[in-house]
């Protein structure tokens, strides 16, 4: 596993799917992550979604369990000890990038067996010429607060400007995201609106979410990042693979970017097994696994966007956007 040593990964409290634990469970890790510390499981949530009218949504019967609240950057170390034990070899190199196009570069016969998990910006895929499809034109703008009396729990609150996700990790630390078009965010930039301008004047519009901050004190810069639904074209090759958000990265809103990453990683492991072994059958299965995904995701996707609050035109949140750069 090589990883850049100037890596940033900022931290940030995320949900967990409960399925996921099934997967921990497949990769032997479910007893080491109920024992782990550094999570809080969540049974319920308070949703406004179609109106300002709020509810609490309980899951006590999902056979998976509860949802899990992490820090990203602990839940990363709690998986990197993990990946140790277990015998992978961890290098920080500079210069990565430029190392993975020359091997990338190789002819097949003489290239190692590569794994992209470079996130959304998949690298090792494009290096390779993978091009990619994004199905819509939203962003994001996110930051972290501190509030040791706050409720971990999970508030989704949409208006009609866009919606707000906000959950704690039960140690006091609280993070804050609204998801709304480009369209919005970019013609406020050019008008002058600093990131912070943007992020206040969306939460002015959110009585729940604005209540909810209003004893937190902000330690993070507020970041503009991209959300939409984006996937790789073919997230398989000749000797590589793409994992995680690297071959299909999804909406916020459906909280399942660990527990895709846990199964594609499964997946992805047992692909290459299975062309290692000289198995040529198998060859378009991962890819087909990576489609059924997304497919099944832009559908509940659809649904759900267009039976909340915000009122984004159609030609705004749900379209497929080319994208081979």
């Not at 921990?24 to 024992?35: P, S």
Request: net charge neutral; glycine share 8%; charged share 20%.
């Amino acid at each position: 596993m090589l990883e850049r040593p100037d890596a940033i990964d900022h931290d940030r409290v995320e949900t967990i799917a409960p399925y996921a634990l099934q997967l921990l469970e497949q990769l032997g890790l479910k007893a080491a992550f109920l024992d782990w510390p550094e999570k809080s499981a969540q049974d319920k949530a308070i949703v406004a979604w179609k109106d300002a009218s709020a509810e609490e949504v309980y899951n006590p019967f999902n056979p998976y369990g509860p949802r899990w609240h992490v820090r990203r950057q602990s839940f990363a170390r709690f998986l990197r000890r993990a990946a140790l034990k277990s015998g992978a070899v961890i290098e920080k190199r500079g210069g990565l990038l430029t190392e993975l196009r020359q091997l990338a570069a190789r002819p097949t016969w003489a290239r190692p067996f590569l794994v992209d998990a470079s996130g959304r910006a998949a690298h090792l895929a494009r290096a390779l010429g993978a091009t990619s499809d994004r199905f819509d034109t939203t962003l994001s703008l996110t930051t972290e607060f501190l509030d040791r009396a706050a409720d971990p729990g999970l508030l989704v609150e949409a208006t009609r400007a866009g919606w707000w996700y906000s959950a704690g990790d039960g140690h006091g630390h609280l993070s804050s995201m609204v998801t709304t078009t480009a369209a919005r965010v970019v013609a406020l930039r050019r008008a002058g609106a600093a990131p912070d301008a943007i992020w206040m004047g969306l939460l002015a519009l959110s009585p729940l979410t604005r209540a909810r901050h209003s004893s937190a004190e902000r330690i993070g810069r507020v970041r503009i990042v991209a959300s939409a639904p984006w996937a790789l074209r073919n997230p398989e090759g000749a000797c590589w693979i793409a994992v995680g958000d690297a071959a299909f990265a999804a909406d916020p809103l459906a909280s399942s970017g660990v527990a895709f990453a846990l199964e594609s990683g499964l997946r992805g492991g047992q692909h290459i097994k299975n062309t290692s072994a000289g198995e040529t059958d198998c060859i378009g299965g991962y890819a087909s696994f990576v489609a059924e995904a997304l497919a099944s995701h832009l559908q509940q996707r659809r649904y759900y966007y267009e039976t909340s609050a915000f009122e984004a035109s159609p030609s705004e949140r749900i379209q497929s956007v080319q994208n081979n750069s």
